[in-house]
């Protein structure tokens, strides 16, 4: 942590600003953050791009009110500045000053992430090679294969949290993802596929998926697509893949369990605390100290320690993705998930790593149970309604079930439903738990989080294509 420029005297005399204005609780966050970017499009070169941000935001609280205010020049003086204006943004007044007491003890964090080979330690050509690697195996695959797009990026992030409560805290955080997009045409007919995997860790992710997977599995993916009919409308069974059960995890149930939207009474789920709201075979986990997680962090953006977090257990809503703003009355306490894109951004109740927990069942088990329905194999996301719990998703693969396999593929699959109504349809949950990585949107604000859920069968749900609905 020594790349960040301030020590313990610095924080101190920030926090004391803080108070000296009126403020009753204040808090620091400091980030360097380092980030490569290396883009090929076409069959050449698009972009190569490296930034390094540096920058700290302060917030201050005062009955409840929150202030925040951000700099990039990290000095002890454009510090107790930002303190003084996020005091006066709070409604702090100087002449109710109180004499508090500054926490700066040291507490002791053990990083979620990891890089076995360092991608700072990985020169730009050589990253350019093994992206060559993804476009190469791509278009090998097919000569119906037209247009190949493969993005590296490495994220290196060194931060640390001080507040007047609760000490200092750092840690060290590290991701990598390489995302590869094929378009394949035949006979006037245009598909795309899509592969992005990535980890918690640096260049060892071509370990776990070679850069000629990555791209073979994009450009089947696409290929398979030309073959795509439209598919059926009305209510049917559906089996969503591991890809497709994390994501519905993540978009109808998950947001609608972030703490803002349950205070505000603006979630489904704020009425339904200790109800049951899904299926007995669903327990539903997030959890940020998954060693190596795309979404994972060995404190949050406040500082508290990473805990898992049992959201459903059993079908029984439990849990509550909190932060410090927004504790969660009548779930099973508080959780570590105060997250923010930048420095320049105050923390949210965000997800990290999301999933529902596996079951006894084989996938193919799961699968042959159903004689004519859907299979999603992944999901490319969609509308949901967090008050309601109505959503719409677009499956980016998804096929005929026929006579319990995999049949032909579909195009421009919908499935509607509603979140709970979803999770309670659930007849069947495989052993077979994989993750998604990505990145979630909120309030302009983008983190990583990645999302899994083993095979999943529900027992009927509604499907549309482009002609229903």
Not at 434 to 462: D, H, N
Request: aromatic share 4%; with cysteine.
């Amino acid at each position: 942590m020594n790349e960040l420029p301030v020590d313990d005297d610095d924080l101190g005399a920030v926090l004391w600003s803080a108070l000296r204005a009126g403020g009753h609780w204040a808090e620091v966050f400091l980030e360097r953050r380092s980030t490569e970017t290396l883009r090929l499009a076409g069959g050449g070169v698009a972009e190569i791009r490296s930034d390094l941000d540096l920058g700290a935001g302060v917030r201050v609280v005062t009955s409840g009110r929150a202030g925040y205010a951000y700099t990039n020049i990290v000095t002890r003086r454009s510090l107790v500045e930002a303190a003084e204006a996020a005091a006066i943004a709070s409604g702090a007044a100087s002449s109710v000053r109180a004499e508090r007491p500054v926490d700066l003890r040291q507490r002791t964090v053990s990083p979620a992430q990891h890089a076995q080979r360092a991608p700072a330690d990985v020169t730009s050509p050589e990253k350019v090679a093994l992206l060559r690697r993804v476009d190469a195996a791509a278009r090998g695959r097919s000569i119906q294969v037209r247009d190949v797009t493969a993005t590296h990026v490495d994220v290196t992030q060194s931060m640390l949290v001080a507040t007047t409560d609760s000490g200092i805290a750092r840690d060290q955080r590290v991701r990598t993802r390489l995302t590869c997009q094929v378009t394949a045409r035949r006979d006037g007919r245009m598909q795309t596929g899509f592969d992005g995997p990535g980890i918690g860790g640096g260049m060892e992710l071509y370990k776990g998926d070679a850069p000629e997977t990555i791209g073979v599995r994009a450009a089947e993916r696409a290929v398979r697509a030309l073959d795509g009919i439209e598919p059926p409308n009305g209510r049917l069974p559906v089996v969503l893949g591991p890809s497709g059960g994390g994501l519905l995890l993540h978009e109808a149930c998950g947001h609608g369990l972030e703490a803002d939207a349950l205070t505000h009474g603006g979630s489904i789920y704020a009425r339904t605390i200790g109800d049951l709201v899904g299926s007995e075979l669903i327990t539903a986990v997030d959890d940020p100290g998954i060693a190596g997680g795309f979404g994972s962090y060995g404190i949050d953006d406040e500082g508290a320690e990473a805990r898992r977090t049992v959201l459903l257990d059993r079908g029984i809503q439990l849990g509550a993705l909190s932060d410090r703003s927004n504790p969660v009355t009548g779930t099973t306490g508080t959780s570590a998930n105060g997250r923010r894109a930048s420095y320049a951004d105050p923390p949210l109740a965000r997800m990290s790593n999301t999933y529902i927990r596996p079951g006894s069942s084989s996938a193919q088990d799961v699968l042959g149970s159903v004689v004519d329905g859907i299979y999603v194999a992944r999901l490319r996301g969609g509308d949901v309604d967090v008050t309601s719990g109505e959503f719409a998703f677009t499956a980016a693969e998804a096929s005929l079930i026929e006579d319990g396999g995999i049949g032909r593929p579909l195009l421009s699959l919908s499935l509607l439903g509603n979140g709970p109504d979803a999770l309670r349809s659930v007849e069947a949950v495989a052993d077979d738990l994989s993750f998604v990585q990505a990145l979630c949107g909120k309030e302009g604000q983008w983190v990583p989080v990645s999302y899994g859920s083993p095979t999943l069968l529900l027992g009927g749900i509604t499907v549309t294509g482009s002609g229903g609905g």
